[in-house]
Structure formats: structure tokens, C-alpha cells
């Protein structure tokens, strides 16, 4: 099976802009989670979707969002970037609904904003 | 945010040696993973606890769910090169109502040939 796919794997943004990141995850996983990696905070979670629909949320600012297709792909969005939003983004697939099984974890996208 | 109290924070050891390193929280855990993660790529799962009191080995790694379901360690036996890497701990929650991870802070292990 391919692995869990995050594009783009950099992105460099200017304060203020929107971002969109993108998420496969891998064949037959219909729940994707997304979590925050910074040098200062660690991994942090920011939500959960399964089947099109957000089940759970993590303590972030309504800036970030974002949402599953039909063909369990996700994309958050990060609106209004700031600086502190420079962070490693990854994107977790797995295969049970309730998540027991283990989490597979794409690449990451690197976003630096300036 | 809630993290788990990872330990130690970087470890220098020499190849051959065995490495120990441990997470505790004070909330409980239905599910205490173990992943690696190295530079330019997301965490690797190595191993994965379902029950307190389990004990799991995967070559040269074994790590154990606390019987308080609180924490977890992980040990690296005959350490190698190839075992540079951080190592993160990551607590799960899961229900009907959705699934999260909750991590450690991380160990830096660094593996002298």
C-alpha cells in the first residue's frame, strides 16, 4: 500500500496569506488527523475527521480548519498566517474508526512563514 | 497544550550499549505508542501497548503499558547507528466520539559508532 501523502512538502507564505494543505491518506483509511509540530510546543493536535465529518478538535484559534472529501482525502486551511504558524504540519491516517490500530504519519509539509 | 513528561530529554551513548527511556502523565491512557521520527520525516510507529501491564517487543525494542495505564518506557537493546533519531511517546484517547494522540516531549537519542 502507498503511504500516507502530504503536498506540498514546503511552502513558504507571507503574514497575512492563507494556506491550504492537502493529505492522502492511504487506501482503505477513512479517518485522517492532523497535528502541529513546532521546536517550542511539540506535537500538538489539531482535529480528527472521519467520513467527511470533524470528531474531535485540538486548542487552536478558528484560523485553522478544515475538511475530508468523499474519498477520505483531507486539506486544512490556515487563514490569516502569523509567524508562530511556522511549523511542521503532519497529516495521521488510520484504519479503525476509533483509532486503535496505530497511526501511519505522511512526510509533513514545512510551512515558514515570513 | 497537555504533553506527557518524557525522559530523559537526549541521551549520547555508544554503539552496543542499551538505551531506557520513559513517559508518566497524570491522565490514563487507553493505548501508549511508541514512534521515531528522523530529520525531513513524520514519526514512525514501532510499537504499540493496548493493555496495562503489556509488555511488547519488536527486535530490539520492548516497551510496557503501566499497570496505572499512566505510563509507558521503551528500551533499545545493542543500540546502532541507524537508532539516531527522536523518540516520542504518544498517549491515545479513543471512542465513539473520536481519537487523539497526546505526545511526550521527545528523546534525541544520538548513537556513537
Known amino acids: 500500500k502507498a503511504g500516507v501523502t502530504q503536498t506540498p512538502r514546503y511552502l513558504i507564505k507571507t503574514r497575512g496569506q492563507q494556506v491550504t494543505l492537502s493529505c492522502s491518506p492511504i487506501s482503505g483509511h477513512r479517518s485522517v488527523s492532523w497535528y502541529q509540530q513546532t521546536p517550542g510546543q511539540g506535537l500538538q493536535f489539531l482535529f480528527e475527521y472521519f467520513s467527511e465529518t470533524q470528531r474531535n478538535k485540538g486548542n487552536f484559534p478558528g484560523r485553522f480548519s478544515g475538511r475530508q472529501f468523499s474519498n477520505s482525502r483531507s486539506e486544512m486551511n490556515v487563514s490569516t498566517l502569523e509567524l508562530g504558524d511556522s511549523a511542521l504540519y503532519l497529516c495521521?491516517?488510520?484504519?479503525?474508526?476509533?483509532?486503535?490500530?496505530?497511526?501511519?504519519f505522511g512526510s509533513g509539509t514545512r510551512l515558514t512563514v515570513v | 497544550g497537555q504533553q506527557l513528561n518524557q525522559s530523559p530529554q537526549s541521551m549520547f551513548i555508544q554503539e552496543g550499549e542499551d538505551v531506557s527511556m520513559n513517559c508518566t502523565s497524570s491522565?490514563?491512557?487507553?493505548?501508549w505508542l511508541w514512534y521515531k521520527q528522523e530529520p525531513g520525516e513524520g514519526p514512525v510507529l514501532l510499537i504499540a501497548l493496548y493493555k496495562a501491564g503489556e509488555l511488547t517487543s519488536n527486535g530490539r525494542l520492548t516497551a510496557q503499558f503501566g499497570i496505572t495505564r499512566k505510563d509507558s518506557f521503551l528500551n533499545i537493546s545493542a543500540s546502532i547507528p541507524s537508532d539516531v533519531g527522536i523518540y516520542f511517546c504518544a498517549g491515545q484517547l479513543a471512542g465513539t466520539s473520536g481519537s487523539r494522540l497526546t505526545f511526550g516531549e521527545g528523546t534525541q537519542l544520538t548513537v556513537n559508532p
Open positions: 495521521a491516517s488510520y484504519e479503525i474508526p476509533t483509532g486503535v490500530g496505530g497511526y501511519t
Open positions: 491522565s490514563i491512557f487507553n493505548t
